[in-house]
């Protein structure tokens, strides 16, 4: 048997209680890290900061320079300014995301292309992205979907024959890896989110990897007002701002939470993959549900979501819920959005296939393998 942590110990539906889409995953010395901050001097971005991002960049940077900030969006808009996105160049986006991916492009007055996604993964369509490239494609983000990384080789050889960058928002992929390589050390730029229900939670908090560590300055500029904030506080600051930044800096009370987060990450996600994995076999040869993205061997899916393809939908949620199973769809495809120019029809012949059969189901550290077994027990006495 694998270790489980005490609060597993029993399933959910032994308490009584029913069981919730997500749950936030509090670290053992969460609370304690925390009021330790709260007895200092400093509970802004102090040292919790630093060594949150030294100890998550020795873990998942493979070399990357490492930029805590406040959420995962600040992550992704800072990845598109420090990859030079301005105003009427392209960018190459998933349709179907967090309308984070896609809102910081907005601010900047970048025109977004959406891609289609793949059917069996509901990663970006790299066929389609390719279609998407002009001579003023700027940048191409991709979404791991759930914590399954996208076809990166296509989107590295894409990026390398036409001198675009590559930004991952990896808000799902959290110890995912592709080939052997981690989720954070391939790509020009990597966005981790640390809102409530992610891997790690920091309440709300986010982290940029940046390949090209001479951006490291600049970023950190970016971070805090386009003020060198080390020179200011050595007494050497020449007292003129040259860029526009903002404010986008991590604190260390949510820093505390981080370093907390990542003393236990490993037995986090592979409570995580056991869960996903679990579903994956129970639901296997069963005609009703297809598993998004199961069955990949050269890539290790984070297991941040299960989402299954269903007929009748609706029917499937209200059923589930009679069981007191929790479900949703999470994200929406962003061309619904008025913000983004509203639906582009046809244009999404895949996003139009599986628009009305996707769900999210249960898949939290809160769980264990009897829950995931209740679930699946109850999906195949059908809807
Ligand atoms: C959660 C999430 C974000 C945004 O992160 P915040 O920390 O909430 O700002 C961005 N992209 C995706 C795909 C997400 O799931």
């Not at 991709?142 to 990896?170: F, K, S, T, W």
């Not at 996903?276 to 061997?297: P, S």
């Not at 984070?302 to 069981?323: C, G, I, K, N, P």
């Not at 619904?336 to 009305?356: C, H, L, V």
Request: glycine content about 8%.
């Amino acid at each position: 048997m694998n270790k489980t942590t005490p609060a597993n110990d029993l399933p959910i539906m032994a308490t009584g209680e029913g069981i919730v889409l997500f749950h936030p995953h509090m670290p053992r010395n969460a609370k304690q890290y925390v009021c330790d901050v709260l007895d200092t001097r400093w509970i802004g971005q102090g040292p919790r900061v630093e060594q949150f991002e030294n100890e998550f960049a020795e873990q998942f940077g493979g070399g990357c320079a490492p930029l805590a900030v406040g959420s995962g969006t600040d992550a992704l808009h800072l990845a598109y300014l420090l990859a030079d996105v301005k105003e009427d160049d392209e960018v190459i986006a998933p349709v179907f995301t967090c309308t984070a991916t896609n809102i910081p492009f907005l601010y900047m007055g970048a025109k977004i292309r959406f891609a289609d996604v793949e059917k069996d993964t509901l990663n970006i369509d790299t066929d389609h992205v390719r279609s998407l490239i002009t001579p003023k494609t700027k940048a191409i983000v991709c979404v791991h979907y759930g914590g399954l990384p996208c076809n990166m080789d296509e989107l590295h050889q894409m990026g390398r024959e036409h001198g675009i960058q590559i930004i991952e928002d990896a808000a799902h992929a959290l110890g995912a890896t592709y080939k052997g390589k981690k989720v954070g050390e391939m790509s020009d730029f990597t966005m981790f989110s640390f809102q409530a229900i992610k891997h790690i939670t920091t309440a709300d908090g986010g982290m940029l990897l940046i390949k090209d560590r001479e951006l490291l300055e600049k970023a950190k500029r970016l971070r805090w007002f386009g003020i060198d904030r080390s020179a200011k506080q050595m007494g050497i600051w020449e007292n003129d701002i040259r860029e526009i930044g903002y404010k986008y800096q991590m604190n260390d009370v949510a820093a505390a939470m981080g370093i907390a987060a990542l003393e236990e990450f490993e037995e986090t996600l592979a409570l995580r993959k056991r869960l996903l994995q679990r579903y994956f076999d129970n639901l296997k040869g069963f005609d009703g549900v297809h598993c998004v993205g199961a069955g990949y061997t050269d890539r290790e899916h984070a297991a941040w979501m299960m989402t299954v393809l269903v007929e009748d939908r609706a029917r499937f949620q209200t059923y589930l819920r009679s069981h007191r199973i929790e479900s949703g769809q999470v994200h929406y495809r962003n061309d619904r959005y008025s913000i983004f120019g509203g639906r582009q029809e046809g244009a999404f012949p895949n996003m139009d296939k599986i628009e009305n059969n996707y769900l999210v189901l249960p898949l939290h550290t809160k769980m264990n393998e009897a829950d995931v077994d209740y679930i699946c027990d109850k999906i195949k006495m059908g809807w």
